[in-house]
T-cell receptor
Framework: DAKTTQPNSMESNEEEPVHLPCNHSTISGTDYIHWYRQLPSQGPEYVIHGLTSNVNNRMASLAIAEDRKSSTLILHRATLRDAAVYYCILRGGSNYKLTFGKGTLLTVNP | KAGVTQTPRYLIKTRGQQVTLSCSPISGHRSVSWYQQTPGQGLQFLFEYFSETQRNKGNFPGRFSGRQFSNSRSEMNVSTLELGDSALYLC????????????FGSGTRLTVV
């Protein structure tokens, strides 16, 4: 499985934007970039995914570098409820599993 | 719509016993995956089922097994429990698998004493 690299932890203030980076230099052409987050005592929650173009949904935006070797998850206005571990995962077209790394622990300060 | 339902939420078992965990996917989802989460190893893939067939399996011993029924509900079984099997077991469902997103349940917390 292609590997992703994320910072261990990041900190943000409430109502400010948060940019969570992910490096994936060995990404292949058919790998989708997925983001999940896990709040304390819950299962992971799907956030967003994309292949080549930037993606937006009600939760977040995903900015994908032109060479696809990195991506950034953008939370436009962080809330206390966004405090979680965020996982960046590559998933190939015929890959029926998610390979989780250690993720980024996001702390949101009031 | 109802989410992914896992039962039971909590379980305490003794070493050497066996346990069966249940997962009901979102209606219409035919792919069900299982994951183990521990503080030391993080989230690790166990296996994935689609239309009652196991399509992918992680690196776990044969004591860990699963199955999927015709209504897409899935069970996983762990035999001869060891202390190290204490973990949060998570089930995730998806429409068809590759490329799409997964919806996870809240998990079953298994404690082996």
């Amino acid at each position: 499985d292609a590997k992703t690299t994320q910072p261990n932890s990041m900190e943000s203030n409430e109502e400010e934007p948060v940019h969570l980076p992910c490096n994936h230099s060995t990404i292949s052409g058919t790998d989708y970039i997925h983001w999940y987050r896990q709040l304390p005592s819950q299962g992971p929650e799907y956030v967003i995914h994309g292949l080549t173009s930037n993606v937006n949904n009600r939760m977040a935006s995903l900015a994908i570098a032109e060479d696809r070797k990195s991506s950034t998850l953008i939370l436009h206005r962080a809330t206390l409820r966004d405090a979680a571990v965020y996982y960046c995962i590559l998933r190939g077209g015929s890959n029926y599993k998610l390979t989780f790394g250690k993720g980024t622990l996001l702390t949101v300060n009031p | 719509k109802a989410g992914v339902t896992q039962t039971p939420r909590y379980l305490i078992k003794t070493r050497g016993q066996q346990v069966t965990l249940s997962c009901s996917p979102i209606s219409g989802h035919r792919s069900v995956s299982w994951y183990q989460q521990t503080p030391g190893q993080g989230l690790q893939f166990l296996f994935e089922y689609f239309s009652e067939t196991q399509r992918n399996k992680g690196n776990f011993p044969g004591r860990f097994s699963g199955r999927q029924f015709s209504n897409s509900r899935s069970e996983m079984n762990v035999s001869t429990l060891e202390l190290g099997d204490s973990a949060l077991y998570l089930c995730a469902s998806s429409l068809a698998g590759a490329g799409g997103s997964y919806t996870f349940g809240s998990g079953t917390r298994l404690t082996v004493v």
